[in-house]
């Protein structure tokens, strides 16, 4: 199983896992107040994914900054963070993986991105970016056994 799965799989197991409660994750609750068409909850959502974009958009620029994070860090993080908040929407409407091709839409950010501009010389990766955004799950206390 590709790691871009296994990190979907997650999220639909925080979405599906009656074990798993709102109050333990805040992803959880998001998720089922999308399912709920709850417009309130999909104003923030989009508010959040259009300002990580944003975010995304500045540390392609090496203009966007974190304290104790390298430029690369930075953009990994941000195209993570904008990628999560496409996975809830995904997620709460039951979009199936393959439907939802995750790498395709990390792989079009990443063609954007001039390595140079960040100091860099090795490009980033899809892999780099979906393995960091496991990392971030696996410190979850509620996915341990996940």
Request: proline residues 1%; aromatic residues 8%; charged residues 40%.
């Amino acid at each position: 199983m590709k790691e871009s799965q296994k990190r979907y799989k997650l999220y639909e197991c925080i979405r599906d896992n009656n074990e798993i409660t709102e109050e333990m994750s805040n992803t959880k609750k998001l998720i089922l107040a999308l399912m709920k068409k709850d417009k309130q909850v999909e104003e923030y959502c989009n508010r959040k994914m259009l300002e990580e974009k944003q975010e995304v958009e500045e540390a392609i620029l090496g203009e966007h900054y974190h304290e104790n994070m390298t430029k690369r860090e930075i953009l990994v993080n941000e195209i993570s963070q904008y990628i999560y908040w496409k996975t809830l929407f995904a997620i709460s409407k039951k979009v199936q993986y393959e439907e939802f091709n995750e790498e395709a839409k990390i792989e079009e950010i990443l063609k954007q991105v001039d390595i140079t501009k960040i100091g860099e010389t090795k490009p980033i990766t899809v892999n780099e970016v979906i393995m960091h955004d496991l990392e971030q799950i696996s410190k979850k206390k509620y996915l341990k056994n996940y």
